[in-house]
């Protein structure tokens, strides 16, 4: 007796309510495979995916694995591209059925058998004009994703958390919007995705880690999308934003953030890795205190050469001091040897002004040349001007702005974790090396300052 296999498959409601559901085709092919006296196997159905997407149909697969096993002599489907809607995915297909001896046939299109020479003729022919329409559909949808992108339509009727759709636009829901903010705010004050799913349980918003992590990751809360800047109105300004972004990639865990102040923000300059929070013990009083090395080196196998340690105490005191004497302009942020003399620049750019004018008064150039030029001079002028405002007065105008410029006078009044808060909207990253030398990066887009600014601490 034949042994039969029978599949089916429907990618949409839209073929179910036509009358081609699963069931529909299941049934066909069982009333089939009694007409012919056939033993059937097995039933095989995917539902709800589409035909192109061949990898993903796992009952498919397993028919296949069937199939490899000399299991089934014939497979039954009801149409053609039940099956295939690929012709390269039926030529690697058909391989295998050929391989183990395996047939099909389509019982409501006879042409389609795989039995006959006739029927593998028609086959490979109407495989073709299949994968063309599929293809040329797919790109009339690309074209048309395209014009809404472009118009800053949303694709579908899905859109995070905080925003409606009104008019085909995504826009803020206002009281969403507002948890939204928060979530972000929380993340920046607590560092941990399962503290703020804690407390923010019972709003609709993502409960596992990795769904509020991709909510944090999300463009579309500064209003990015598909590559428009200006895809959507912004529910998170930017520097929030990139201060999440900033802490995501830090990876820190609950129990680090718990005791240590500077945990996730101080790298090994010389391996690269973050330094981890420990405590050691202070011999001649008992007493234990807090400092950071570089786990690479305390491994039985030693992979960095730094086995200097910071303590916590003494660096807050040291950028305590540095940023006081910052914040009123007594000492200035130390330079990268590559770092751009935006003043320069502009020198540079307003002397050459200078002399095209020199070229137009004496007739040596005309006066269309030069407003084309000096409209790019200005151009370029504007551009340093504006890079040079991120620089160092902004940065200080900012940090006047967060601490003031008395801050060890309530600096010490804080707790732990409100001091970690405070440091990580100030700084970026710490590195420290074999050498001591400490560099501080800030988040306000200023370059790193250096220990030789004062005393050694440690």
Not at 211 to 220: A, D, E, H, I
């Amino acid at each position: 007796m034949i042994r039969v296999a029978l599949y089916a498959r429907v990618s949409t409601d839209i073929q179910a309510r036509e009358g081609d559901s699963v069931q529909a085709q299941i049934e066909a092919l069982n009333k089939y495979a009694k007409e012919h006296g056939l033993y059937v196997v097995g039933s095989f159905i995917d539902n709800g995916i589409s035909g192109s997407k061949f990898q993903e149909r796992e009952k498919l697969q397993e028919l296949i694995g069937l199939i490899k096993g000399q299991k089934v002599d014939l497979v039954l489907v009801t149409k053609l591209d039940r099956l295939f809607r690929s012709l390269k995915w039926y030529i690697r297909t058909q391989e295998v059925f050929n391989e183990n001896g395996v047939d099909w046939r389509a019982i409501w299109e006879p042409m389609y058998d795989s039995t006959t020479p006739q029927g593998r003729l028609i086959i490979n022919q109407m495989m073709s004009i299949s994968q063309f329409e599929a293809e040329h559909t797919a790109q009339r949808i690309d074209k048309v994703f395209d014009y809404k992108k472009s118009k800053r339509e949303v694709l579908s009727g899905k859109v995070p958390y905080g925003y409606k759709i009104v008019d085909k636009h995504m826009v803020p829901d206002e009281e969403k919007a507002n948890i939204a903010r928060k979530v972000f705010d929380l993340y920046v004050e607590t560092g941990n995705i399962c503290e703020v799913i804690r407390l923010t349980e019972g709003f609709g918003l993502p409960r596992s880690q990795r769904g509020l992590k991709w909510m944090l990751q999300n463009r579309k809360y500064i209003g990015e999308a598909y590559g428009y800047t200006d895809y959507c109105e912004p529910i998170i300004d930017e520097r929030t934003f990139y201060l999440v972004q900033d802490l995501l990639g830090k990876n820190v865990t609950r129990n680090q953030i718990r005791d240590y102040v500077f945990t996730g923000m101080i790298v090994c300059k010389d391996c690269g890795k973050k330094m981890v929070g420990t405590t050691d013990l202070y011999k001649r009083t008992g007493t234990r205190y807090k400092i950071y090395r570089c786990f690479q080196h305390y491994r039985t196998i030693k992979m960095c050469p730094n086995s200097k340690q910071i303590n916590e105490h003494k660096l807050e005191k040291y950028l305590l001091q540095y940023l006081e004497e910052f914040a009123i302009g007594s000492v200035d942020v130390g330079k990268d040897n590559d770092a751009v003399d935006y003043k320069k620049l502009i020198a540079n750019a307003e002397k050459k002004m200078g002399k095209l004018k020199d070229l137009y008064l004496n007739d040596l150039i005309s006066l269309e040349e030069y407003k084309k030029d000096v409209a790019e001079y200005q151009k370029q002028i504007n551009d340093y001007t504006h890079k040079m405002s991120d620089n160092g007065d902004a940065g200080r105008d900012e940090i006047k702005k967060l601490i003031g410029t008395n801050v060890t006078d309530w600096y010490w009044t804080l707790d732990a974790k409100e001091r970690r808060i405070l440091w990580r909207s100030i700084i970026k990253e710490i590195s420290f090396d074999h050498n001591r030398s400490i560099e501080v990066f800030f988040q306000v887009g200023m370059v790193h300052i250096r220990a030789d600014s004062f005393k050694t601490y440690w």
